[in-house]
């Protein structure tokens, strides 16, 4: 059992920064991956990042790239989503989950809600 709380988002205008979080909590495993990800109004959800937790290594959607930057903090058991250079259609309501290394991700927040201004 896993639980994830995110927080951090908020109202940022186009070509600022904001950093979200994600409190990780409960049972975790060796295997696990972390990931981001977003869905705006009338759109499915979509992948952001990912980062497998034990290793670090990262994997960033095209879309956000060079952007947006997934970590860890693993002596405080936090996910982070470091925004950058933010667009109009990085509004979303941003998730955080977690999964078992080849399985689904099966854990998730509630959310925490990004508006990028013009």
């Known amino acids: 059992q896993v639980q994830l709380v995110e927080s951090g988002g908020g109202l940022v205008q186009a070509g600022g920064s904001l950093r979200l979080s994600c409190a990780v909590s409960?049972?975790?495993?060796?295997?696990?991956?972390m990931g981001w990800f977003r869905q705006a109004p009338g759109k499915e959800r979509e992948f952001v990042a990912q980062?497998?937790?034990?290793?670090?290594?990262?994997y960033h959607a095209d879309s956000v790239k060079g952007r947006f930057t997934i970590s860890r903090d693993s002596m405080k058991n936090t996910l982070y989503l470091q925004m950058n250079s933010v667009k109009l259609e990085d509004t979303a309501l941003y998730y955080c989950?977690?999964?078992?290394?080849?399985?689904?991700?099966?854990?998730w927040g509630q959310g925490t809600q990004v508006t990028v201004s013009s």
């Open positions: 989950s977690a999964k078992s290394f080849g399985s689904t991700w099966d854990y």
């Open positions: 409960g049972r975790t495993f060796d295997n696990y991956v």
């Open positions: 980062i497998y937790w034990s290793g670090g290594s990262t």
